[in-house]
């Protein structure tokens, strides 16, 4: 496509249980990131993709967060016994290289998740 | 530490100037960005600056001191769909993004 999709658009769940979010970048584009925003906050960085190298997993706020991204391309986000907290807009984010340069980021639209 | 600090709100007149102020504290730098996010949608890319002085794209016009740390992002003529959040990014020695919490511009008729 022609930018970056996100899906679900909304998500809504129950305290304890798992989800997934995932993520389509810009077709050609190696870098891919995943932020977190919160109602009126900035954003919060989670993890970094770029091309074959091992993420950066700095920003994970805790061990229930995890990300993988196949063949280089969709990523997917999985929250494990989530918590209220962490119900936010997870956004998604790709560059055309990444890996040391200045590069603007194409944002998706984003997933809404809230947690009852 | 890291830290890039904004106004939260702001409010303006249709018409009139705006000036968006962002200061930070990186380590390392290798420039900043503006995006711009509307209300329930993404961010956009608006600026990117890493050498000192102001870059004008029509409307929009970014400005940077590196010396002082400090941008700013200038909007003239303001519309009502400038009404919107304007997130400052400064950008460390690792190229990673450390953004700020946005400004929230709200327009008035």
Sequence with gaps: GAGVSQSPSNKVTEKGKDVELRCDPISGHTALYWYRQSLGQGLEFLIYFQGNSAPDKSGLPSDRFSAERTGGSVSTLTIQRTQQEDSAVYLCASSLLGGGGIETQYFGPGTRLLVL | ?109
């Design chain 2, 1 to 109: 530490g890291q830290n890039i600090d904004q106004p939260t709100e702001m409010t303006a007149t249709e018409g009139a100037i705006v000036q968006i102020n962002c200061t930070y504290q990186t380590s390392g730098f290798n420039g900043l960005f503006w995006y711009q996010q509307h209300a329930g949608e993404a961010p956009t890319f608006l600026s990117y600056n890493v050498l000192d002085g102001l870059e004008e794209k029509g409307r929009f016009s970014s400005f940077l001191s590196r010396s002082k740390g400090y941008s700013y992002l200038l909007l003239k003529e303001l519309q009502m769909k400038d009404s919107a959040s304007y997130l400052c990014a400064g950008t460390d020695s690792n190229y990673q993004l450390i953004w700020g919490a946005g400004t929230k511009l709200i327009i008035k008729p």
